[in-house]
């Protein structure tokens, strides 16, 4: 049997048509996408032994998915980090692969 990973990959939402372009050059014919609203700490909240109270602001971001070969996510793991190497820090995409035991 051959080796497939599961992919998730995660960035602002910003990112999104270079989501698509990272997936492309990694010769994926096939991924899913959701729109997430998360939220962040800012490092005084974090310092500070009070919980924030009412609505704090939202993160738009975007989450693809991929159930691929493992050669297939060896490429898009180095598009990623090749993708990040010319971005910030803080809205770096954000990658993992899982070891999938069955494709049925």
């Not at 032994?49 to 180095?78: R, W």
Request: glycine residues 4%.
């Amino acid at each position: 049997m051959k080796d497939f990973k599961w992919i998730v990959v995660m960035g602002v939402e910003e990112y999104r048509d270079s989501l698509n372009e990272v997936f492309q050059k990694s010769g994926i014919e096939a991924f899913s996408e959701v729109q997430v609203k998360g939220f962040r700490f800012t490092q005084s909240q974090l310092d500070s032994e009070e919980v924030p109270s009412g609505p704090m602001n939202p993160v738009y971001s975007v989450v693809c998915f991929s159930l691929i070969m493992e050669d297939q996510a060896k490429v898009l793991m180095e598009q990623i980090n090749q993708f990040n190497k010319g971005h910030e820090r803080a809205r770096a995409l954000h990658a993992f692969q899982v070891n999938v035991e069955a494709v049925v």
